[in-house]
């Protein structure tokens, strides 16, 4: 193991016009790799505390394999947003730096265990280039679906997910590193519950899709019962209430025995300006990259993507990207997405209970979604809305002074000023200063669970030139959670254009434009506005292509939209249009006979040059 050190002239790189020119020179700390594939966490380590030591601004790692494991890895206890809070272990963390960047010139870093392979926090102008970041072994069970019974499947496991059988269920998945070795494997690996199946042949969802297995059969009152048939075969009887898997079919099961979003490959929190670039993630315990309370954020040919050669069809046991309570501009773009147990990329920030007013400038928040504890949720000076939580409407605004973190769950925010006309009963709070821009570009999105995209940020959105193919079920959903993951906020300038969508769900619309509202149903005002979607190709597998809910200024212009045929329920309209207002339909094309209704069913609509779409 040996640090080899290389000084770069600064006068050369501004010559080369690589960088504006100052009096220090830029300096480089090449890593030798690792022989033997020896642990490298500690030599990791040690090459940032020189390149902070002596004020070197670039590590470049030398290409090949680099072996980390947790046993001497930096440790802290961390909240990570949307994913599961305590104690973690980090390979690479940068905290409190400002210009500097990580090459891994196509170095690949191999996770062994429960792990965070890059962390970086409370820092500004930092790139990650040229890794590939992958993990030994999964953090789910997976395997094919060898022979159906009358009220029994066999599955073969993939010998990596190290199945365990113990007191009739099945335990896989990683626990090195969190749980420890000796404990007992029902409380260190994951469960066969929580579960989802996939067609082989097309790495996408399998048509049909059984429902959660069970240990208790409510149709039988009976509990489920797992058999070894065979080395890593195993038959699960009576686990199901009705419907069984089809023969072929992989199953994938993320657990629900304990926590399983553990190990995201790369988490940024309070950095402002970063670039990833051409990094490459095959596995993660999590998501793929986890941004939150950053701004102007790019990934730039970043990958979330099978490793050639491996046998099992999991990335990401959650996003491949995700984005919380960010600011300035989120790009994406060029970039590979596949094979996630969730979306591609979520942008959102985060409704807060206002629990009171303990003055007349002074209020009090929590959270409700467990994995939003200790968020940072506000800047001085970011400029906050009070809603009504039942409505989503607005109506107050105040500023951010300073704020007062007691614990997780609980800050106090001091305002500029009184708040005028006082706290009203029920209410939450959401941050109007970090609602990012966001650019989606040129990127393949496929074979996915979930959604291509979700998309609730607040900022001018752009989405454009993509393939969205084969996601489970919506290809982009925008939408504003204030009951379950609580995720603000609406919608207030969005374009979806030149794009092609390839459906899958034959019951879920392909595009989705509604808010999440709580309690009774009724009319209410627009949440979404200024949403534009414009000369895209659809081949929608529902016959439900567009619900949109609560939209106020709604244009779908020169789409081509190719139905399906023969759908499962001929009575569904294309269209299904509820409490919107400001409607533009035109010069769209339809391969066959499509309906566009709304509640009310007298709300204006402009209906121009449209192939084979009516009202009823």
Known sequence: MTLKVQVWKTMLLALAGLMLPCVAAERTLSLALPTDGADAVPLLRDALAKCRAEGIRRLALERGVWHLYP??????????????????????????????????QGATLLCHGVLMPIAVDRSKNITLRNLVIDWEKPFHLEGTVMAVGTDFFEVEMLPECEVKLQNGRLYGGMAEGFFGELMDPGQARQDMLWNYWIDPRTKAAAAVQPPWLKLWNPKTRSF??????????????????????????????????RPNRLSPAIHLASVDGALVENVTV????????????????????????????????????ADATHFMGCRGTVLLENCLFENMLDDSCNVHGVYAIAEGQLAPDQLAISFSHFQQLGTVFARPGDRLRLMQRDTLLGYAECRVK????????????????????GLRPNSSVENLSARPDVVFRNNIVRNNRARSVLMTAGGKVL???????????????????????????????????????????????????????????RSLPPYHHRIRILDNTIESASPLVLDASRVGGLEFSGNTILLPAHPANPATPAFKLTDCADLVFRGNKFSQPAVLRTTPPDTPVKLEQNENLRRP
């Open 402 to 421: 300073n704020v007062i973190r007691h614990n997780e769950d609980y800050y106090v925010l001091n305002l500029e000023q009184p708040l005028a006309g």
């Open 463 to 521: 989405i454009e030139n993509n393939l969205f193919e084969r996601p489970s079920m919506m290809g982009i959903l925008v939408e504003g959670d204030n009951q379950f993951w609580y995720e603000s906020g609406a919608v207030e300038d969005l374009t979806i254009r030149s794009n092609k969508f390839i459906g899958l769900s034959p019951f879920a619309p392909l595009l989705r434009l509604a808010p999440m509202q709580p309690g009774e149903k």
């Open 224 to 257: 489920a019962e797992v058999t070894e048939v065979a080395t890593n075969r195993f038959r699960i009887r009576n686990a199901h209430a009705n419907v069984l898997p089809e023969q072929g079919t992989v199953m994938i099961c993320k657990g629900m025995n």
């Open 71 to 104: 046993d001497k890895a930096e440790g802290a206890f961390r909240h990570i947003t949307n994913h599961d809070a305590g104690y973690r272990r980090m390979a690479l963390h940068l905290d409190g730096v400002t210009g500097f960047e990580i090459d891994g």
């Open 282 to 317: 095959h596995r993660a315990g999590g998501m793929g990259l986890i941004v939150e309370d950053c701004a102007d954020v790019t990934a730039r040919g970043f990958k979330v993507a099978l490793k050639d050669g491996a046998r099992s069809l999991i990335t990401t046991t």
